[in-house]
């Protein structure tokens, strides 16, 4: 469990906090989504949890332990992170590449023995990224190499999950296939941390989310109760309706063109 | 171990065959044979004074040399995550000239004062470099391309140190630091070789120790603190072990470029991507490298011999366009 605990961030020189308050936890076998438009503090909550960003106040605590109490690598045999991008410079073979989230578990010295191999065959199972593990990370494609992320961040084996909008450059398929992974997960017993702003996918595969609203919760909780209308209208600052899916009846977002919103709004009246 | 033992087989044969080759040329030609047996100290008394008094030295020091530079632009591409990083274009190469010629200005003779001197040198160097990319980039250490930009200025002011510290020089000084610009490893003795090869030594051996650090680094800011690494004081360690690597060829053998560019990309290609064994097959590679460019810049044009540093510069420029135009 990763919880968050009035959690209060400023970069320095800026007048406003980044982050002003936030509290709130992801637990085990859960998904849970952070929304909210560009500039809420999404990222800045992940940068504060890997300690790239001190915090004002307030405190992250992973599996009960403050983050400034424990080492750098003891937070990464705890928390897996799949960061918002990631180029390499220099590709390398995909194998190679997942064995990276074995170094946590390392250390500088000690070489990889059995566990170790299994745990990084398991991480690329599970992420279906086996069949290509004798490629180079330069051939994969957007959704391959996003699979191939995660299956890092599986082979850390840690407890918990964190995905900084792991879907902005995936199509349709790829984006759907990328949400069920994560969701099953969860079921497995991680605790998804999930940052993302597909708010119609996040409402279907999260079991909770906090919406960020200028680096503050504007609510939290299931998803149908932050999905309503006013409050997102609010803080997207932009006219929306919420419908239920027909499909699968969770709720949906449709954004609407200012012009047919305000023909909308004369409808209504 | 999923490197395929025949590279590490092919580099060390190469290396050896160069050697061989190397201590076998010169104004007296030795045959490979008489190359070997003489190494083991049997055979004509002249050929193994030749071989193990003149000729070895200087082939120990160009090997120690390409080492450090090809481990040290291994530390830099890696760390940096740029292939054209290397301690020549970043200035640490230059930095360590200017403090090496500034000891040499002061009569400095002992060679591990002058290491010392070059050493400081480079961590100046490293740390305005730093600086400059921190200050025209955002937060963190800065980015890859400012740092080598800021290298690429810092080398040139270094230049300008140099040429102003040699306008009212006395003539040996001059002598003595044109040397440095140019490069070479012809004058190699065994009194001057454990300096070196101890600073060599120990910056490898750092290196090594910390290759699993460069690997994450090579990831990106964000990745590398998600897998546990303190990326500031990690990356400033690693630029300092590779000053460190820089400043020791610098105070043996003067200023050699493109080495720890070329090299790099050479071990990579064989498919070697992790760091501790691409550092260590950066060093085996660095070493035949120089090796071959001193057995260049002494047979092209006999009996004189050709700056070394220019012999490396005329491989590697065009080595540099080609991965600039891969890299734009």
């Known amino acids: ?269 | 171990m999923h490197h395929r033992a025949w590279h590490w087989i092919a580099m060390g044969a190469v290396l050896a065959a160069l050697a061989v080759i190397s201590l076998g040329t010169g104004v007296i030609h030795i045959p490979a044979g008489e190359v070997v047996s003489a190494l083991q100290g049997s055979g004509d008394a002249a050929t193994v004074s030749i071989i193990r008094n003149l000729r070895l030295p200087r082939i120990v020091l160009a090997a120690l040399v390409g080492a450090g530079l090809g481990m040290s632009g291994s530390a830099l591409q890696g760390t940096l995550r740029n292939g054209l990083a290397e301690p020549y274009l970043l200035g640490v190469s230059g930095g360590a000239a200017v403090g090496a010629v500034i000891a040499f200005a002061f009569n400095a003779t002992n060679d591990g004062i002058i290491a010392l001197a070059a050493f400081a040198g480079a961590g100046v160097a490293v740390l305005l470099a730093l600086l400059v990319a921190r200050a025209a980039g955002r937060a963190g250490r800065g980015d890859p391309r400012t740092l080598l930009m800021a290298g690429v200025v810092i080398g040139a002011f270094a230049n300008a140190v140099i040429m102003i510290a040699l306008a009212n020089a006395p003539p040996n000084t001059i002598r003595g630091a044109l040397w440095w610009m140019m490069g070479s490893v012809a004058d190699s003795s065994w009194a001057a070789l454990p300096w070196i090869a101890g600073f060599i030594a120990l910056g490898a051996g750092l290196l090594i120790y910390w290759a699993r650090e460069i690997d994450l680094l090579a990831l990106g800011d964000e990745p590398a603190a998600a897998l546990g690494v303190n990326v500031e004081s990690s990356a400033r360690r690693i630029y300092l072990l590779a000053a460190l690597l820089a400043a020791s060829t610098v105070a043996a053998a003067g200023l050699i470029g493109f080495v720890g560019l070329i090299v790099p990309h050479i071990v990579r290609a064989a498919g070697i991507r992790n760091h501790r064994p691409l550092i260590v097959g950066a060093g085996l590679v660095g070493a035949a490298l120089v090796i071959s460019a001193d057995l260049a810049a002494r047979t092209i044009r006999p009996p004189g011999e050709l700056p070394l540093g220019a012999v490396t510069a005329v491989l590697g420029v065009p080595f540099f366009l080609a991965q600039l135009r891969k890299s734009a």
């Open chain 1, 1 to 269: 469990m990763i919880s968050f605990a009035n959690v209060a961030v400023r970069y320095h020189g800026a007048p406003t906090r980044a982050l002003d308050g936030v509290s709130f936890a992801a637990r085990a076998g859960e998904v849970t989504a952070v929304a909210g438009p560009n500039g809420s503090g999404k990222s800045t909550l992940v940068r504060a949890l890997l300690r790239r960003q001190p915090m004002e106040e307030g405190a992250i605590e992973i599996e009960g332990d403050d983050i400034t109490q424990i080492s750098a690598q003891e937070i990464a045999r705890r928390v897996a992170v799949v960061s918002q991008r990631e180029d390499l410079s220099f590709p390398m073979r995909v194998g190679e590449y997942v064995a990276l989230g074995r170094y946590p578990r390392l250390g500088l010295w000690r070489s990889a023995s059995a566990p170790d191999h299994a745990a990084v065959r398991s991480a690329m199972d599970r992420a279906e990224v086996a069949e290509f593990g004798d490629r180079n990370t330069d051939t994969l494609s957007g959704g391959e190499w996003q699979r191939v992320r995660i299956a890092r961040a599986l082979a850390q084996e840690a407890r918990a999950l964190v995905l900084d909008e792991p879907t902005t450059f995936l199509d349709l398929a790829h984006e759907m296939a990328l949400f069920e992974l994560v969701h099953s997960l969860a079921q497995d017993g991680i605790a998804v941390l999930l940052v993302s702003h597909e708010l119609n996918l996040v409402a279907r595969f999260a079991s909770s989310v906090v919406l960020l609203h200028r680096g503050r919760v504007a609510a939290s909780g299931r998803p149908e109760d932050v999905m309503q209308a006013p409050l997102l209208e609010k803080v997207y600052e932009w006219p929306l309706v919420v419908s239920r899916d027909p499909a699968v009846g969770s709720p949906s977002l449709v954004p609407l063109r200012r012009r047919a919103s305000s023909n909308f709004n004369r409808q209504q009246q």
